[in-house]
């Protein structure tokens, strides 16, 4: 595939565009609360957009499309089981505690609601699982760029991260979250002609089932029995695994994401935030599942004349990670393929910058000024903000080599997240709702957790990964695989903190106040207007959530 100059220049014009973003941003910066926490001055719509788009990363556009070709249409799931329920739990009763505790960061809620420890832990963990968040990204880019445009590898690496770093590290979390708007906008509509042609080309819908395994067009069907599926998993692994510990764990407590409603202007904006970006969510498959799945159909004997076909690696395996590339190398022209290449790289770039911007404030807030460097000057924490951002980005460098092992990137963010936010969600569920939990049992439980995690993978092997202790289960997929490690990895928190807690002593009740359901004033709505309320737009969203899977069932 070879652009043009009508191609390049779009692309130039985004590049540019984000830098001067940075700039124009900078000179509202005036002190480390402006930098790391946008200063809560955010307007619903832009924090809405940013939520979602904080997710539209390479393991959103890259990793879903390859998981649609990998897994059919079953990859729904991480939508309609495993995103909307989770965040309506969110905007109903996790918010509340999040922006009216002033915590600037999830692992300060914790501070505040437990102990040092437990902070430091959560911190440590996240710190880590945004670096290789961040280093996906940064690898999906430079991946894309190496197959469809025959750019170096290692060039485009330095030359994403690069740009990234000076736009983050001149307008913070500001210049991020406004870029993640942009970026929401460019793949929306970078991508939507690539699905009309491609599912026209495959003769529609209904074309594509009668091609097809039928446990690659039905979400339910064939989840009874873990070998009648492609996921390699039964229906109770799928809703425990996926639709409770890490949709829960991921949408309610990763900071990534709950950084963008706690920058939101006043707690009915950020309550909100998620339930307004949940509408985009539910309808985001036709974007980045759909198109997996037309590129499976396409390859089946009777469409083989189209001419599409996914790159082989090394091991002679497809390469799902290269569906989506494959397919806009295929479908679009010149002038078209810049729009369409401009949109996965603003997607990429940006989803980096979210876990940059997230790890600097984490590491700045939970880690420095918490245990190294205290009451020092505004200015001293704002400029240990931007130098920890270059850090960030060396780090996500670093990350993105490592990528390069798994076949589907998907499955590699999976298994990271199973092992920080499973356990997590157990702390967070205990810590906000009994109020007899201490930060002895919440420490333990992490520690419980992680370690049952890593136990469970060391002792479960899925397509070549895991196994390291001895293969003694064998999952048939990297997926099932990650749910299962987070199924245990709960299990195991959720009863080391209740054990645990039953034997030491808690806080006193008046230091939960504002931190605990039970002990919270709870708060009452001035709207008259039902449809400016958290609670009914979320029931409706579960409603019509409900409807999507009977439909694809």
């Known amino acids: 595939m070879k652009l043009h100059i009508a191609d390049y220049l779009i692309i130039i014009v985004y590049f540019a565009f984000v830098i001067t973003v940075g700039f124009v941003i900078k000179r509202k910066i005036k002190s480390s609360n402006d930098f790391l926490s946008s200063g809560r001055n955010i307007p619903l719509w832009i924090t809405s957009l940013a939520f979602i788009s ?238 997996g799945v037309v590129a499976i159909a396409l390859m089946q004997p009777a469409l083989q004349s189209k001419g599409f076909a996914i790159p082989t690696a090394a091991n002679g395996q497809l390469d799902y990670t290269m569906t989506l590339p494959s397919l806009i190398a295929h479908y679009y022209p010149s002038g078209l393929l810049g729009v369409g290449i401009t949109a996965l790289i603003a997607s990429f770039m940006s989803g980096m910058a979210g876990n940059v911007t997230a790890f600097n404030s984490v590491f700045t807030y939970d880690i420095y000024q918490s245990y190294f460097v205290k009451n020092r000057s505004d200015k001293h924490y704002l400029w240990v903000g931007k130098f920890i951002t270059i850090a960030g980005v060396l780090l996500s460098i670093i990350t993105a080599y490592v990528a390069k092992s798994f076949n589907n990137i998907n499955d590699f963010l999976q298994l990271v997240f199973s092992f920080v936010n499973g356990p997590l969600f157990a702390t967070f569920l205990l810590g906000m709702f009994w109020k007899r939990t201490t930060g002895h049992g919440a420490f333990c439980g992490l520690l419980a957790g992680t370690a049952a995690a890593a136990l469970t993978h060391g002792l479960t092997i899925a397509e070549g990964k895991g196994g390291w202790i001895a293969p003694m289960f064998e999952i048939k997929s990297g997926m099932g695989q990650a749910f299962i490690v987070a199924s245990v990895s709960w299990i195991a928190n959720f009863f080391t903190t209740i054990i645990v807690s039953l034997f030491t002593k808690p806080k006193p009740e008046a230091a939960l106040k504002g931190l605990v359901y039970s002990l919270t004033v709870k708060s009452t709505y001035k709207e008259e207007k039902w449809y400016k309320r958290v609670a009914p737009i979320g029931i409706i969203l579960l409603i019509i959530t409900i409807l999507l899977n009977l439909i694809f069932f």
């Open 54 to 291: 904080a997710n539209l990363g390479a393991q959103e556009v890259l990793g879903m499309v390859a998981s649609g070709a990998k897994y059919g249409i079953m990859t729904v799931h991480f939508y309609w089981v495993g995103a909307i329920f989770a965040m309506v739990f969110l905007a109903v009763f996790m918010m509340p505690f999040y922006y009216g505790s002033k915590a600037r960061s999830v692992p300060e809620y914790l501070f505040m609601r437990f102990d040092e420890k437990t902070r430091a832990l959560n911190a440590v963990t996240f710190a880590v699982m945004t670096v290789f968040s961040s280093g996906i990204s940064l690898f999906a880019l430079a991946k894309l760029l190496e197959v469809i445009l025959h750019w170096d590898f290692d060039v485009s690496i330095w030359l994403a991260a690069g740009i990234v770093m000076i736009y983050t590290f001149l307008g913070g979390l500001t210049s991020a979250v406004y870029n993640e708007v942009l970026q929401f906008f460019l793949i929306v509509l970078g991508l939507s002609p690539l699905v009309v042609v491609a599912l026209h080309d495959a003769g529609g819908w209904s074309n594509i089932k009668a091609q097809l395994e039928p446990q690659l067009t039905h979400a339910w069907k064939y989840m009874g029995k873990a070998d009648d599926n492609p996921m390699g998993i039964n229906f109770m692994s799928l809703i425990f695994g996926l639709g409770f510990v890490m949709s829960f764990g991921y949408w309610c407590t990763d900071f990534l994401v709950v950084q963008r409603a706690m920058i939101a202007r006043n707690m009915n904006d950020a309550q909100r935030t998620p339930v307004v970006a949940a509408i985009p969510k539910m309808l985001m498959p036709l974007i980045v599942v759909l198109p």
